[in-house]
């Protein structure tokens, strides 16, 4: 299994756009990176996902970068209730596509 | 849609005593899981389940059992809890439809302490 590195806290002034590394140096071609967050202990949620080109939604971007052994997750104007733990998670391809979750990035957004 | 719901909430269980943590989805999601997540840690996986009748162990499964009759329920079942097992559970189930970038949807959680 391709294994992520994230820095385990990172802090964001509110209204500026929050910058989320992550490491997947021995990443599969066709193992896909997801984004989950989890707020205050509650159950995680989906952000957005990608295999190697960038991608947008209404929540966030994704950077991949063209080797795919990192990508970045950008939260382009971070409020309040953006404080969460994000995970970086490379899928599996066995355990059913269980999410292999590491520890996370805890990120405080400030006033 | 209620999405994936889990009861109960809370609740203390004594060493050796057995209970049930339920599971439901209105989804119609062919793939179901059970996780827990220890205090500052990532979510580990206890079960897995893809479709109705078919389960299969995940990472941490000793201590646990699951069954899956209908498509909707998940429920995990603890035999002999231990303080071993005090965590919070997270069930999540996902359609299994183009597998690889399919998403999952968590419920809220069930926190468990065994005393």
């Known amino acids: 299994d391709a294994k992520t590195t994230q820095p385990p806290s990172m802090d964001c002034a509110e209204g500026r756009a929050a910058n989320l590394p992550c490491n997947h140096s021995?990443?599969?071609?066709?193992?896909?990176v997801y984004w989950y967050r989890q707020i205050h202990s509650q159950g995680p949620q989906y952000i957005i996902h990608?295999?190697?080109n960038n991608e947008t939604n209404e929540m966030a971007s994704l950077i991949i970068t063209e080797d795919r052994k990192s990508s970045t997750l950008i939260l382009p104007h971070a409020t309040l209730r953006d404080t969460a733990v994000y995970y970086c998670?490379?899928?599996?391809?066995?355990?059913?596509?269980?999410?292999?979750f590491g520890k996370g990035t805890s990120l405080l957004v400030t006033p | 849609n209620a999405g994936v719901t889990q009861t109960p909430k809370f609740r203390i269980l004594k060493i050796g005593q057995s209970m049930t943590l339920q599971c439901t989805q209105d989804m119609n999601h062919n793939y179901m899981y059970w996780y827990r997540q220890d205090p500052g840690m990532g979510l580990k996986l206890i079960y897995y389940?893809?479709?109705?009748?078919?389960?299969d162990k995940g990472e941490v499964p000793n201590g646990y059992n699951v069954s899956r009759s209908t498509t909707e329920d998940f429920p995990l079942r603890l035999e002999l809890a231990a303080p071993s097992q005090t965590s919070v559970y997270f069930c999540?189930?996902?359609?299994?439809?183009?597998?690889?970038?399919?998403?999952?949807?968590f419920g809220p959680g069930t926190r468990l302490t065994v005393l």
């Open positions: 021995t990443i599969s071609g066709n193992e896909y």
């Open positions: 999540a189930s996902a359609t299994g439809i183009f597998s690889s970038t399919d998403t999952q949807y």
């Open positions: 990608g295999l190697k």
């Open positions: 998670i490379v899928r599996v391809f066995d355990s059913g596509y269980a999410l292999n």
């Open positions: 389940s893809v479709g109705a009748g078919i389960t």
